[in-house]
DNA sequence: TTGCTGCAAACTGTTGACAGTTTGGAAAAA
DNA sequence: TTTTTCCAAACTGTCAACAGTTTGCAGCAA
C-alpha cells in the first residue's frame, strides 16, 4: 500500500514535524524531489535557490547534500556543487548485481525466520495488487507505476529477513535503481508479468523450499536485469569488456529440484 | 600490503592534499579516527574540541560527521550530537549476514570475470601474508593485526569481481564491522587458521569452479561468524529471537561436487 | 541523607557574511 | 569570422556568531 517510500505523495510533505531537526528534514524533502523527478538527473543543485525554495539556510542543506551523495543519490564535484547523480549503464548493471546479491542471500533467511502470518500477509498484498493491475486505472487511487509496486514486493520480502542491514542496504539500492531507470524508462510492458514471478517466489519461501525460492527468485531477478539492459538499448553480448550479465538463473530446474 | 584501509599507518596523516576541500579531509581523518580507536565506541564527539584538533570550523566537520553517520561508524541524537556507534551483538550479526550476503554473490561474478593473473597477484599476496603470519613480530615491518589481514584478503577479492557497487558496500561493511569488533576482540586465536581457508577458496576460484569456490567461502563466513559469536560470549542457540546463526555451509558437499 | 527544583554552563542547531574558485561572456587579437 | 584573453558575476567552501536545547550541579525541601 504505502508507496511512499520511493515517489512522494500527492501533498507536499510538511515541514513541521516534531522533533526533527531542520538539517533531517531538508534531507528528507531533498531525497524526494531527486526521486519524484523534481530534480533531473545530471541537474546541478543551486544552493541558494534550494535553501530559499525550502527556507532554511545552507548549512543544513549542504548537510543533507552530504547525506544523499553518500546515499548515491547525488554526485559531488570540487568547488562546482551537486549535481543529481547520472548513473551510466555500467553502473546500472553493478547497483542491479548488488541488488541480487541482497536479495539471493536475504531469501534465504527468510525462509528460515520468517513467520507462515508475515508471508501470508505478503501473499494477499500481492493478490490485491495483482487485482488493481487488471483493472487498468479502475479504483480510485492513483496507482503507483508498476515499476514502485515491483520494488515495493522486494523490500516487503527482503524485510522478512529481519536483518536491517540487508534491508537498509537493500532500500538504498532500490533507491539508486528507481531514479536510474525511472528516467529512461519506456517499455513497461514486461513488469505487468513479473507478479506472477513474484507469487512464485512467495510460493516457493512459503513452503519453505529454499532451493526453489532461490532459483526463482534469481530467474525472476536475471530476467529483469536482462529487461532493463534491453530498455537501455544494449545488447547482452555488447557489454563493454567483463560487465556482461551472469546467467546463472537459466542453469537451475525449478519446480523438478524439490 | 596496503592495510591503511582499516588502520591508520604510523604518522598522523597530513592535513594538506591538493585539491580536496576541508570538508573532505576532516571526513577522511575522523574516519581514521574512529576505526582506529582515537575515539571509542560509544564516545561522544564535542564538535567544537575535535574541530579545534583538527584546525578547522564546525562547518565542515558537521558535514564530514553526516557522512560518516551514513556510513554506520557514527549514530547521531537530535541535540545531543554524534556518538561513535556502538553495535549490539545482533547488529554485528546482521552486519556479519550483509557482509556473506555480498561475499557470496561476488565470488561468482570473480570467477566470471577476473584474470588469471590478477588471481594469481592474490595467491602470491595471500602466500606472503601466510609467511609474515608465521614468523610472528620477526620482519621489520609492523604487521597489521590478523583482522585486518583478514578483511583485506575479502576486500580484495571482492574487488575481483568488477564490479564496484558492491566493493564499496563490502568496504563499508568492513568497516563497521572492524569498528565493532576490534574493541571486543580477545581471543583472536583462530584468526590465524583462516589462511588457509583462504588459499582453499581462492583455489576454487582460479579452477573457475563456482559451486566449490562459493560452498568453501560460505563455510568460512559461517566459521569466522561463528567464532565471532563466541568471542561475544554469545552461544548460536541463546541468540534472541530468529536472530541464530545460519548454517547453509554444513550442507554442501564441497570437491565432490564439480 | 535523599530527592526535587531551578538555574547556569555547555553544547548543538542554525544563520548570515566573507573568501576563493568557477564560469560565461565581452572585448581584443588573429 | 574565429580564437583568445580577461574580467565580473555567480556560486561553493568556510567561518564566526547567535539561538534554542540539554545537562549537570547547587540549593532547597523532606
Known sequence: ??????????????????????SRQTETIL??????????PGERLNEVTIADQLGVSRGPLREAIQKLAGEGLLQLESHRGAFVRKYEPH??????????????????????????DDL?????????????????????IPAPGPYVAELDFHQRLVS????????AASLEV????????THTERSQ?????????????????????????TALLEDHLEISMQ?????????????????????????HVLKTEV
Open 160 to 167: 522478512l529477513s529481519g536483518n536491517s542491514a540487508i534491508a
Open 174 to 181: 532500490n533507491h539508486r535503481l528507481f531514479l536510474a531507470l
Open 189 to 213: 510492458v514486461r513488469r505487468q508479468h513479473s507478479i506472477g514471478e513474484h507469487q512464485e517466489v512467495l510460493a516457493a519461501v512459503s513452503r519453505r523450499d529454499t532451493a526453489a525460492a
Open 91 to 116: 553502473e546500472i548493471i553493478e547497483t542491479y548485481e548488488m541488488r541480487i546479491a541482497l536479495e539471493l542471500y536475504a531469501v534465504r533467511l527468510v525462509i528460515e525466520r520468517a513467520s507462515d
Open 1 to 22: 500500500m504505502n508507496a511512499s517510500q520511493y515517489v512522494s505523495p500527492a501533498g507536499s510533505p510538511s515541514l513541521i514535524r516534531r522533533g526533527a531537526t531542520v
Open 227 to 251: 529487461n532493463t539492459l534491453a530498455v537501455l538499448g544494449l545488447d547482452p553480448l555488447e557489454i563493454p569488456q567483463g560487465y556482461g550479465p551472469t546467467v546463472h538463473g537459466s542453469k
Open 31 to 40: 531525497r524526494e524531489m531527486v526521486l519524484n523527478g523534481t530534480l533531473a
Open 120 to 140: 501470508e500477509a505478503l501473499r494477499i498484498l500481492l493478490a490485491e495488487s495483482s487485482a488493481s493491475a487488471e483493472a487498468v486505472s479502475g479504483g480510485g
